[in-house]
């Protein structure tokens, strides 16, 4: 009878952010972090990281994710948190 092998295949994973219009990166207090620290608006968080604007809002509710409303009522994400989270997948 013949020895049976095994091979082991590790893999490791890096991500990497570039958000090629700085404008679209706006610096805003977060209270969860402490901090003043980048955020996205909620339809480019969603492009960014490829989720549905209804499964980040669910992360918003949940409090998976810090977010802040403008006076005009948009949602501006902490980018912080964002990849925070959505690393966690990996």
Known sequence: MAKRR???VFIETHEFWLVRRPEQ???AWCAGCGGEVGHLAAEQAVRAVG???RALCRMVE???LHSTETPDGSLLVCVNSLME???KGD
Request: aromatic share 0%; charged share 20%.
């Open 6 to 8: 095994t091979t082991r």
């Open 25 to 27: 990166l706006r610096r």
């Open 51 to 53: 989720i549905t604007l």
């Open 62 to 64: 949940a409090g998976a």
């Open 85 to 87: 989270q959505t690393s």
